[in-house]
């Protein structure tokens, strides 16, 4: 299957500062990305769509000025968390799509907000 | 709203032994897709089989198998033989055919006893 990369898959940061995510696609031009957060034991929860070129769509009750989303080439797709305080401490996954039907997923970020 | 359900919280099988997880969805639309997915420790998620509801045959892959429903909007999925490296969760997920956008269960955690 193709390659979805993620950088960093850890970070902790102190509260108040921004961290920023990125997903690439390694073998595939991708012109939608996902991005998806998962809470411990929980399942994963959409919070944008990344479309190349233009403006991220989010998902109701995701706060957009607060995690920002860059979709800036094909291969690559952003996730800033702005100002970061510990309950946005997660793991953030991303995936990309291929074609109609496939969609391949980055092995996630894990962010600690201290 | 489409929702996906996943009754089982945790699922617990003999190796060697058949397993199976259930699943039921619901929709208005026609046309979707609907997915199981692997989450091992790693965190890394992995397609393990896909059903296109246009199809009537069940889809298989090798020990995978399916038990689509469409009328009782239920997609189980079996896995035969089951091995120590099939301990993981497994997320059951739906996608509209108008939408490349992934609603996910709330998980199913499986063990495999040696």
């Known amino acids: 299957g193709a390659v979805v990369s993620q950088h960093p898959s850890r970070v902790i940061c102190k509260s108040g500062t921004s961290v920023k995510i990125e997903c690439r696609s390694l073998?595939?031009?991708?012109?939608?990305m996902f991005w998806y957060r998962q809470f411990p034991k929980q399942s994963l929860m959409l919070m944008a769509t990344?479309?190349?070129?233009?403006?991220?769509?989010?998902e109701q009750g995701v706060e957009k000025d607060k995690f920002l989303i860059n979709h800036a080439s094909l291969t690559l797709s952003t996730l800033t968390v702005t100002s970061a305080h510990p309950e946005d401490s997660s793991f953030y996954i991303c995936?990309?799509?291929?074609?109609?039907?496939?969609?391949?997923f980055g092995p996630g970020t894990r962010l600690t907000v201290l | 709203a489409q929702t996906v359900t996943q009754s089982q919280p945790e699922m617990s099988v003999q190796e060697a032994e058949t397993v199976t997880l259930s699943c039921t969805y619901d929709?208005?639309?026609?046309?979707?897709?609907l997915f199981w997915y692997k989450q091992p420790p790693s965190r890394q998620m992995i397609l393990v089989i896909r059903?296109?509801?246009?199809?009537?045959q069940n889809a298989t892959e090798n020990r995978f198998s399916v038990n689509f429903q469409k009328a009782a909007k239920s997609f189980s999925l079996k896995i035969s033989d089951s091995q120590l490296g099939d301990a993981a969760m497994y997320f059951c997920?739906?996608?509209?055919?108008?939408?490349?956008?992934?609603?996910f269960g709330s998980g199913t955690r499986l063990l495999v006893r040696p």
């Open positions: 995936s990309a799509r291929r074609g109609v039907n496939e969609q391949f």
């Open positions: 073998d595939f031009q991708a012109t939608t």
């Open positions: 990344s479309n190349e070129g233009s403006k991220a769509t989010y």
């Open positions: 929709t208005s639309e026609s046309d979707y897709y």
């Open positions: 059903q296109e509801a246009y199809k009537q």
């Open positions: 997920a739906y996608r509209a055919d108008s939408s490349y956008k992934l609603i």
